[in-house]
């Protein structure tokens, strides 16, 4: 199980750090990415990296203002979010799969339980 950590309430152009920690020591095993779900929609890619955090994926949406990283030493992966936008608002969920990561919700073997972001304009 998975457990993030962050979210809240910013104004647009502000900046949000998210962390999702995994208990266990094979995290560094896996590949992480950050999703984000608004009510009635399907759960959207944001972006992913690497077991060994040597690349990273991004969405169209986030490109450029939204950072991805791990740090295996403590079993933690981070979302950097910059000049947050009102259409950022959502819940933003950490994954983990084993090997390559992966764009598709349904790849992902672990789940957190979700963290909300609300950007205001």
């Known amino acids: 199980q998975l457990t993030e950590s962050g979210g809240g309430m910013v104004q647009a152009g502000d900046s949000m750090s998210l962390a999702c920690t995994a208990p266990?020591?094979?995290?560094?095993?896996?590949?992480m990415a950050w999703f984000r779900q608004t009510p009635g929609k399907e759960r959207e890619f944001v972006a992913s990296i690497t077991w060994s955090g040597d690349s990273a994926a991004y969405s169209d949406s986030v490109e450029g203002r939204f950072t991805i990283s791990r740090d295996n030493a403590k079993n933690t992966a981070y979302l950097q979010m910059n000049n947050l936008e009102p259409g950022d608002t959502a819940a933003y969920y950490c994954?983990?799969?084993?090997?390559?990561?992966?764009?598709?919700?349904?790849?992902?073997?672990?789940w957190g339980q979700g963290t909300q972001v609300t950007v205001s304009s």
């Open positions: 266990e020591p094979t995290f560094s095993s896996y590949s």
């Open positions: 994954a983990a799969k084993f090997y390559r990561p992966s764009h598709f919700a349904a790849d992902y073997d672990y």
